[in-house]
């Protein structure tokens, strides 16, 4: 045999066994899982708590290709799994927020090397950036407004004001966010609010303001997403 058919001959070896050979993807019997968490910051920039991502995309690549090969979302407990895989090496990724980035997204990466064709593979958390708006919770806060209405020193009426400004302020911000009118009963309420403090406020006259009005305030927080909170009444003046 001539040396120029051996090396064809090794060629064509080398071509069947690279053409027989597994790589990454599916096809095999191991999995990959993991939990997918989110950290959730408010629209001041302020951190508020880590949470299982619920619901959202998680995806996988196979070795060293270009582009994700599959995509999955998380459960209600954050976790997810990929199935059915053969052995070698994967990156598994999820979005986060990025305020400095053109696109206002960027990936977050873990590296998974499959090495037993049966393996469970437990994945290092990914935890990712979620900005959230003020009214991105579930939360609410609700009360009534009071009015007491005097003729100079005399208290002449009282009773729950119907169409009455009312105003919430979050956190630490100078300007409210939002403002409802009261409805039958005096009765305000502001829904889908995340856990925070907040200050609620509506106008009243005052005689010895400058301006002739002050802001009647009440304090409170939610602590838990879901909560609802029921305010002592607002006591406002007219005079």
Do not use: H, W
Not at 42 to 70: C, M, Q, S, T
Not at 160 to 172: A, F, G, R, S
């Amino acid at each position: 045999m001539t040396r120029v058919s051996v090396i064809i001959l090794i060629a064509l070896i080398m071509g069947i066994f690279n053409s027989c050979k597994k790589e990454e993807g599916e096809g095999g019997k191991a999995t990959i899982e993991g939990k997918l968490y989110n950290n959730l910051y408010d629209p001041n920039g302020k951190f508020l708590k880590k949470e299982e991502a619920r619901e959202d995309d998680v995806f996988i690549i196979y070795g060293d290709n270009a582009v994700y090969d599959d995509q999955m979302d998380s459960d209600d407990e954050g976790s997810y799994k990929f199935q059915y895989l053969r052995k070698g090496n994967y990156t598994i990724f999820a979005y986060s927020d990025c305020n400095t980035c053109p696109s206002g997204k960027e990936s977050v990466q873990v590296q998974v090397e499959i090495k037993d064709k049966k393996e469970v593979v437990v994945a290092s958390d990914i935890e990712v950036v979620k900005n959230i708006d003020l009214n991105d919770g579930n939360g609410s806060i609700s009360g009534k407004v009071y009015m007491k209405e005097y003729n100079g020193p005399t208290l002449i009426y009282q009773y729950y004001k119907l169409n009455e400004y009312v105003y919430i302020v979050y956190d630490n911000d100078q300007v409210y966010f939002d403002r409802v009118k009261t409805g039958a009963g005096g009765v305000f309420q502001f829904q889908g609010l995340i856990e925070g403090s907040y200050k609620v406020y509506a106008f009243s006259d005052c005689l010895t303001c400058t301006s002739g009005t002050e802001t009647i305030e009440l304090l409170t927080a939610i602590t838990v997403d879901g909560e609802m909170i029921q305010l002592p009444d607002l006591i406002i003046e007219k005079r």
